[in-house]
């Protein structure tokens, strides 16, 4: 494959959070071979679980803590800054991959 198109697959791994967060970089690292493209898949599918699991675990968190104040904007902050944090990393991410 040129590398041209494995940059081009890696970066729309970190990019699918956008169109398909979990499908493609699991189809891109089962389909393609080569070892950078599959690392990049394999770190953007990680990233993009956070999410995933952050917002039914402050449902799941507030639910327990019977709706208070506190817990809302806690796990408002905690889960949503961690997941733009995220977000972040993976356009950047995906600028660098493209740019290398």
């Known amino acids: 494959m040129s590398t041209n198109l494995n940059r081009i697959l890696s970066s729309l791994c970190y990019f699918s959070m956008f169109f398909a967060p979990f499908l493609f970089p699991v189809v891109i690292y089962l389909a ?3 070892q950078e493209v599959m690392r990049h ?33 806690v796990c408002a902050i905690l889960f949503g800054l961690s997941s733009l944090v995220i977000m972040a990393w993976n356009i950047v991410q995906g600028i660098k991959t493209l740019k290398a």
Do not use: G, M, N
């Not at 394999?42 to 952050?54: G, Q, Y």
């Open 32 to 34: 393609v071979q080569d």
């Open 41 to 73: 898949a394999k770190r953007s599918f990680l990233s993009h679980l956070f999410p995933v699991i952050a917002i039914p675990l402050s449902i799941i968190i507030v639910a327990e803590t019977e709706f208070s104040t506190t817990s809302i904007v």
